[in-house]
Antibody, heavy 118, light 109 residues
Framework: QVHLVQSGAEVKKPGSSVKVSCMSSGGTFNSYTISWVRQAPGQGLEWMGKIIPVLSIANYAQRFQGRVTITANTSTSTVYMELSSLRSDDTAVYYC???????????WGLGTLVTVSS | EIVLTQSPGTLSLSPGERATLSCRASQRVSSNYLAWYQQKPGQAPRVLMTGASSRATGIPDRFSGSGSGTDFTLTISRLEPEDFAVYYCQQYGSAPPITFGGGTKVEIK
């Protein structure tokens, strides 16, 4: 049974970067894909990208290309999502979830609130 | 990119009533790689249905999914109090990106 634990809430200034972590326990970390999904306040779900940790191959949604980097550390079973050049409309809850690439998303982490404010 | 359009935006129903939620894709969803999620306030989404019509583990049988190609439906046969939430469809079959519908809120009438 895979369990995903995310890092804590962050407050960032516009123009800065944030790096959110997602540690996996249970299951075989190298055998699955991890996706990142965000949800702005009161809004829907938006897929940002995914990574296959064992290959360190990441794919990103077009609208985040150049601003998001997803990496993995297989020794600690942790995936990271770094978003740069933050703007106020990047304020959102960021979720990691197992899946993506012809696999549905399950389970999900509890989410990490990132607030971008001057 | 496959765009998913959910309707209605809000569904106002009473406990015990039947809920029918629609998800329409802008192009065919390959191999029915279509999932439905439920999200309650302050919680992460939870998968309900995968492959358009297969219930995820632990999901009660009052939930059912149907459809293929570009038109999909989630039906809740008799609404329980805990079913009032927001529901999202998602396609996961194409090359990136994965896309979500805009959601349907099922609220108590």
């Amino acid at each position: 049974q895979v369990h995903l634990v995310q890092s804590g809430a962050e407050v960032k200034k516009p123009g800065s970067s944030v790096k959110v972590s997602c540690m996996s326990s249970g299951g075989t970390f190298n055998s699955y894909t991890i996706s990142w999904v965000r949800q702005a306040p009161g809004q829907g779900l938006e897929w940002m990208g995914k990574i296959i940790p064992v290959l360190s191959i990441a794919n990103y949604a077009q609208r985040f290309q150049g601003r998001v980097t997803i990496t993995a550390n297989t020794s600690t079973s942790t995936v990271y999502m770094e978003l740069s050049s933050l703007r106020s409309d990047d304020t959102a809850v960021y979720y990691c979830a197992k899946g993506g690439g012809r696999v549905w998303l399950d389970p999900w982490g509890l989410g990490t609130l990132v607030t971008v404010s001057s | 990119e496959i765009v998913l359009t959910q309707s209605p935006g809000t569904l106002s129903l009473s406990p015990g009533e039947r809920a029918t939620l629609s998800c329409r894709a802008s192009q065919r969803v390959s191999s029915n790689y279509l999932a439905w999620y439920q999200q309650k306030p302050g919680q992460a989404p939870r998968v309900l249905m995968t492959g358009a019509s297969s219930r995820a583990t632990g999901i009660p049988d009052r939930f059912s999914g149907s459809g293929s190609g570009t038109d999909f439906t989630l039906t809740i046969s008799r609404l329980e109090p805990e079913d009032f939430a927001v529901y999202y469809c998602q396609q996961y079959g194409s090359a990136p990106p994965i896309t979500f519908g805009g959601g349907t809120k099922v609220e108590i009438k």
